[in-house]
Nanobody, 127 residues
Framework: QVQLVDSGGGSVQAGGSLRPSCVAS?????????MAWFRQAPGKEREGVAR????????EYADSVKGRFRISRDHTKKTAYLQLNNLKPEDTAMYSC???????????????????WGQGTQVTVPS
C-alpha cells in the first residue's frame, strides 16, 4: 500500500517557483511526528531539505535553501507542501517526501529516522 504520494515538480527557469506536494495515508498521518522533504541530484548523495513537526508546525531547513524554500502542512488534506522560490540550477534534483514517527526527526535528517518515502517528483532548473 502506497503511504506517500509526491507530485508537483516540473521544469522552470532560474528564479521561478514550484510547489510540490506530498499526500499521506489518512490513517498513518495521525501517527506522524514529522514530515520532511529530501532531494537527490544525479551523482550526489540524498540530502535533507526541510522538515516540519506535524503537531505545531515547527520547521527546519538545510542552509542551502534557507530563505528560498518553505515547508508547510495541511491537516485536513493530510498533505505536506514544499514551496520552492527563487530556484537555481543547483536545485535540480528528484524531490521526495518522507515521514517519521519518532522524536529523533525533530533534530535530524538522518534517513534512518524516516519510515516511508514518496516515489519522488522531478524538479529541473535549466542553466
Amino acid at each position: 500500500q502506497v503511504q506517500l504520494v509526491d507530485s508537483g515538480g516540473g521544469s522552470v527557469q532560474a528564479g521561478g517557483s514550484l510547489r510540490p506536494s506530498c499526500v499521506a495515508s489518512p490513517i498513518k498521518y495521525r501517527g506522524y511526528n514529522c514530515m520532511a522533504w529530501f532531494r537527490q541530484a544525479p551523482g550526489k548523495e540524498r540530502e535533507g531539505v526541510a522538515r516540519i513537526r506535524i503537531r505545531d508546525g515547527t520547521t527546519e531547513y538545510a542552509d542551502s535553501v534557507k530563505g528560498r524554500f518553505r515547508i508547510s502542512r495541511d491537516h485536513t488534506k493530510k498533505t505536506a507542501y514544499l514551496q520552492l522560490n527563487n530556484l537555481k540550477p543547483e536545485d535540480t534534483a528528484m524531490y521526495s517526501c518522507a515521514d517519521a514517527t519518532g522524536v529523533e526527526c525533530l533534530a535530524s535528517f538522518a534517513r534512518t529516522y524516516y519510515n516511508d518515502w514518496g516515489q519522488g517528483t522531478q524538479v529541473t532548473v535549466p542553466s
